[in-house]
């Protein structure tokens, strides 16, 4: 028996167009019997962890594809997977040759290729060569019997109610608000296809179901295997010398360390000398059951590059400064032992399963000037290609999504607007309390534990429904709570990988040109990406100009 699936979901990681939270449109469909779902984000990928693990959550078969306005295209089985990554990765580079690299995938089989009725009226400009009404012929000859034309006008928002916050994303795209849209001309508005929006609320999960569509949509599901994307630890090579092994040089840099780091204290005293000795047992241990040795050598390669240019490199934050081979190779400069630092913060082996590794997590700290250089050299020593940075998100939270509503909703001036927002407090301020309070939304916090804060504006009355002036945009904005609404460079994460980094996960170009990988920070580890925390420390070009100056 045929079943409906939605195929055409925008995520809210298609910025400021699609809305559907990943765990919302799993839970959904969940709710609505739906037994597969596809992400089908615009022209990016980088929803796909989290979809698919949502999904994986509620008993969902995912189905992963990308839309590239003109025509979307869906794996079928795991290579295809990673078939479609390289596309996507391709198209969003420079000097992409589309209809050689459609060819391609549609010659292997691995891919489905959908012409949905209602996508983007106008052609992307890497496909504009080709006639509007030509289009589904020319791609459908190239997939053949993997080739679908389907009508559905795309799921943009998980219920009905969410319809009016969509279009405050949408015209927060547009760089507009409620009473100018009027003023927009026809032509920008045909640009962004975003006036059927307006025109419709019926852009939510199962709005327009069609009978007719049902088997084909079923042909290209039941054709979709249902496969894991996650994977183990894929760590680089690191080339030790005098071909030794990566466990027998940890070993030789620990015992340099032993001889130039320890106090004679340490090493007369038979009983302080047993400890350092069962420490470094112990880690060592743990490190070669866990097959970690080419991580740390790694980070310590790069600190030692960086103080070997005579740039300053943090001495050890967080849980890391509780490793004592952290200590003994040169990663960090603080003695655990001698201030009672745990190794177990730092690396908890309990997390470890037959199928998955966990990594550990060492914060770097350089000076922002050299920041550049010291990525340079980790390209330098595993190639171009297996170095990026990381992307991130930018969410709107309390403060943000409730500026966002009045601003759309155009309801307030600025300077009201900043009066309002001040009441709501920031979000890490009071993490803890709302997470005991179990509630999800930092508006309805404040509303229910500052209410005299907030009463002249909007207030719970006894009914525990929203009442005031500015009731309606205080709704709004507790649904945008969460919403992407923009995206950028990590500040600190590197990924560095033993294959060609845009044929495993997808990359894109930042706004200065470099290479980025479009999965966020914490969904890299599942995907078997090593990440590693560079940051840029202003504190440390300052104690370099005191040193330069003082010298």
């Not at 106090?263 to 420490?279: A, C, G, P, S, W």
């Not at 070669?288 to 080419?294: E, I, M, T, V």
Request: proline share 3%; with cysteine.
């Amino acid at each position: 028996m045929s079943e409906y699936t939605p195929l055409n979901v925008k995520t809210d990681y298609s910025i400021q167009k699609g809305f559907c939270q990943c765990d919302k449109i799993a839970e959904g469909c969940k709710e609505k019997g739906y037994k597969a779902c596809a992400i089908n984000d615009i022209e990016n990928m980088s929803g796909v962890p989290t979809f698919h693990k949502a999904c994986k959550d509620n008993g969902i078969k995912p189905i992963i594809g990308c839309d590239f306005n003109s025509f979307s295209l869906f794996a079928k089985n795991k290579r295809g997977y990673f078939e479609l990554i390289q596309f996507t990765s391709g198209y969003n580079s420079e000097n992409f040759k589309l209809m050689e690299s459609l060819k391609a995938v549609a010659s292997k089989g691995n891919i489905a290729c959908v012409v949905f009725s209602d996508s983007e009226p106008e052609l992307h400009n890497k496909a504009r060569k080709i006639p509007k009404d030509n289009l589904s012929s020319v791609i459908s000859k190239m997939f053949k019997n993997n080739f679908y034309e389907i009508i559905d006008t795309g799921t943009y928002y998980v219920d009905e109610s969410l319809a009016e916050a969509h279009r405050v994303m949408v015209l927060s795209g547009m760089k507009t608000n409620f009473k100018k849209m009027r003023s927009i001309n026809k032509e920008r508005w045909e640009e962004s296809n975003n006036q059927r929006f307006f025109d419709s609320s019926n852009f939510y999960l199962g709005a327009n179901v069609l009978e007719s569509q049902i088997e084909q949509i079923s042909k290209l599901v039941n054709s979709c295997d249902e496969y894991e994307i996650t994977a183990k630890p894929m760590l680089p090579e690191f080339k030790c010398p005098n071909e030794m092994s990566q466990d027998d040089y940890l070993k030789q840099l620990c015992r340099e360390g032993w001889a130039s780091k320890l106090t004679r204290d340490v090493l007369h005293n038979e009983k302080i000398k047993q400890v350092y000795l069962d420490r470094v047992q112990l880690e060592m241990d743990v490190i070669f059951n866990a097959r970690l040795s080419g991580y740390f050598l790694i980070v310590q390669d790069i600190v030692r590059y960086v103080r070997e240019r005579g740039w300053i490199v943090g001495p050890g934050r967080g849980s890391a400064a509780g490793s004592l081979v952290s200590y003994l190779i040169g990663i960090t400069s603080v003695d655990p032992i001698e201030h009672d630092l745990l190794f177990e913060r730092f690396y908890n082996e309990g997390r470890n399963t037959e199928d998955n590794v966990s990594l550990p997590d060492i914060d770097l700290d350089v000076p922002p000037s050299h920041r550049d250089e010291v990525i340079d050299y980790t390209k330098g020593l595993f190639g171009e290609d297996k170095v990026a940075q990381v992307i991130t998100f930018g969410r709107l939270q309390g403060k943000s999504a409730l500026k966002e509503s009045l601003r759309v909703c155009g309801s307030v001036g600025f300077s009201e607007m900043n009066e309002i927002t001040d009441q709501i407090p920031e979000t890490q301020e009071i993490s803890d309390k709302i997470s005991a309070s179990g509630e999800n939304s930092v508006i309805m916090w404040a509303l229910k534990n500052n209410p005299d804060d907030l009463k002249s504006w909007c207030f719970i009355n006894s009914d525990d429904e929203l009442q005031g002036s500015l009731s309606h945009e205080f709704d709004l904005a507790i649904k945008l709570e969460g919403a992407i609404k923009s995206k950028s460079t990590h500040a600190c994460g590197v990924v560095i990988s033993k294959n060609k980094l845009s044929d495993i996960c997808p990359v894109i170009d930042n706004k200065s040109g470099d290479p980025v990988v479009a999965f966020e920070m914490q969904d890299l580890e599942s995907q078997g990406h090593v990440k590693f925390d560079i940051l840029g420390l202003n504190v440390l070009t300052k104690i370099m100009e005191i040193c330069n100056e003082s010298n």
